[in-house]
């Protein structure tokens, strides 16, 4: 796109500034969730959506997720009306610039069936210029005007847009006045009052072409007119009460329309990003539940203590015998009061658990050398499986004071330090 100045702008970029914009002016929460999506027209290419994409990620935007807007438009259905389950709905998008019919499969695997079609014949410009120029064969003294006047041609652009404002009026009332003013010699006003039903007189041929169009989009999409289930009305056209009176009529389907039919993806899209922001949610990390206690025996057990430094003093070889000494008696009456007891390293991935320590588990480092000192710090301390672990492979679990026992077998502490 060229500016006034000469300058050069690609037009994808200009969609990412766009969104940026966007995206600095909602909410904080919004933006902490970190999940955008943004609809594009269902009758882009690969190639048109592929650099859309470029264009985001250099703006930094590689969080935002493009969907179709048909896709989008059905989501805001299932979020209103509940799960549609499988089947297939139709899309019919009706716009400023055109008309865009979709097919869309429902389900769980959702997704555009077949190649939308598009035709700018029927489009809401079209509709607005038709308004216009009824009006201006209606209105007094239309035909005195310069139409290369420069103060002319900016009142019939203004015209226009009442033309625009009066057709969206007629889609909640039954009648309007537009006024128009054409000569800027004459000061009066020309009112010219417009009904429902002569709109509908003016819009029901270019209305009635896009019913082929629908039958196209169907048998295109491999599927019978029988085998959809609904017609969802989008665009700013699908708030004309026309529209879902003439495909009803015709294939005796029902119609569905927001209140803001021109809202329906943009809708639907948030619908979309307050799923995927919970699904990411889901799928943070959790904190490791701490092990329960509620099968072990009663046994009041006195903390051993815990030095306040990060790195405390070795002890000296009877103050670690002493230690390890009343730990293995501790160790001893836990492990006969239970069938299996996972003090040691649990099986599984988890890092955390293996390297996690606690006064408690200092004293396993007795067991795995029968009641002897052993520096837990020395990677040559021999380490033993612990009786579950044998359990799990199938071997007969040894009775307690045996060799193997829970009274003599544990799993050495990776670390000694405390927790």
Request: proline share 7%; charged share 20%; glycine share 8%.
């Amino acid at each position: 796109m060229l500016a006034e100045d000469g300058t050069e702008h690609c037009a994808a970029d200009l969609v990412a500034a766009a969104i940026t914009c966007l995206i600095d002016e909602i909410s904080t929460d919004a933006r902490e969730s970190g999940v955008t999506v943004a609809c594009y027209p269902a009758w882009w290419s690969r190639h048109t959506v592929d650099i859309q994409r470029g264009a985001l990620d250099r703006a930094g935007l590689r969080e935002v997720t493009l969907v179709p807007e048909p896709t989008a438009a059905v989501r805001w259905l299932e979020a209103t009306q509940g799960p549609l389950g499988d089947g297939a709905v139709l899309v019919y998008d009706l716009g400023a610039t055109g008309l865009t019919v979709s097919v869309v499969r429902t389900g769980d695997h959702a997704s555009l069936l077949g190649t939308p079609l598009r035709t700018t014949d029927v489009a809401g410009a079209e509709f607005d210029l038709l308004t216009m120029r009824y009006v201006l064969a209606n209105a007094a003294a239309a035909n005195d005007f310069d139409p290369y006047d420069p103060v002319v041609e900016r009142e019939l652009a203004a015209l226009r847009e009442r033309c625009r404002t009066a057709k969206e009026d007629l889609s909640i009332n039954t009648a309007t006045v537009v006024r128009a003013r054409l000569n800027p010699a004459d000061t009066h006003t020309s009112n010219v009052r417009l009904v429902r039903g002569e709109l509908e007189d003016l819009l029901r041929a270019p209305l009635l072409s896009s019913i082929d169009l629908i039958r196209d989009a169907v048998h295109r999409a491999g599927l019978d007119v029988g085998d959809v289930s609904r017609v969802l009305l989008t665009g700013g056209g699908g708030a004309i009460p026309l529209v879902a009176e003439l495909i009803s009529t015709e294939f005796g389907l029902p119609v569905v329309a927001a209140a803001q039919p021109a809202h329906t993806s943009a809708r639907g899209a948030a619908a979309l990003a307050a799923e995927l922001a919970t699904v990411t949610v889901e799928r943070a990390p959790t904190a490791v539940p701490a092990p329960t206690t509620k099968e072990l025996p009663a046994v009041v057990i006195s903390p051993l203590p815990v030095a306040e430094k990060p790195r405390r003093p070795r002890l000296r070889g009877k103050q670690r015998a002493t230690i390890v000494a009343g730990a293995a008696v501790v160790i001893g009456l836990l492990a006969t009061g239970t069938a299996a007891i996972g003090t040691g390293i649990q099986s599984g991935s988890n890092p955390a658990s293996t390297e996690q320590s606690s006064p408690a588990r200092a004293a396993e480092i007795a067991a795995t050398t029968g009641g002897q000192a052993t520096d837990p710090a020395d990677p040559n301390a021999p380490v033993a499986a612990t009786d579950s672990a044998a359990a799990t492979a199938g071997r007969p679990k040894a009775e307690a004071g045996q060799p193997g026992s829970p009274t003599a077998t544990t799993v050495a502490v990776v670390h000694s330090q405390p927790a």
